[in-house]
């Protein structure tokens, strides 16, 4: 069963980035990111929050954009990033497919 809300930590992990730096990019995204927050306050991000996260580090750290770089770039082609981040999701699969064969040889 898959999970509605991830937390903080469970994002960082995914995107193999630390906490900070997701909390960074939330707050400097409000337009296209709103996490709904708990009792406690503790931000919750929902797999469409995963996925947009994933585009801005895509932008940021693959690309080497600038945070207002990157902001104009998911403002104004959104959809393109998002097919490119998905390409390159499916070729890291891909590759951990073809290096679990390696092993087995």
């Not at 690309?63 to 390159?88: F, Y």
């Amino acid at each position: 069963m898959e999970k509605l809300f991830y937390s903080i930590g469970e994002v960082a992990e995914i995107l193999d980035v630390n906490a900070s730096a997701v909390r960074f990019w939330t707050n400097n995204f409000e337009k296209f990111l709103k996490p709904r927050r708990n009792a406690k306050g503790n931000r919750q991000y929902t797999k469409e929050d995963i996925e947009v996260l994933k585009q801005i580090h895509f932008l940021v750290k693959v690309q080497g954009l600038t945070l207002e770089g990157a902001s104009r770039q998911m403002a104004e082609e959104r959809r393109s990033v998002e097919s490119r981040v998905k390409a390159l999701d499916a070729l890291k699969e891909l590759r951990a497919q073809l290096e679990e064969v390696r092993k087995s040889l």
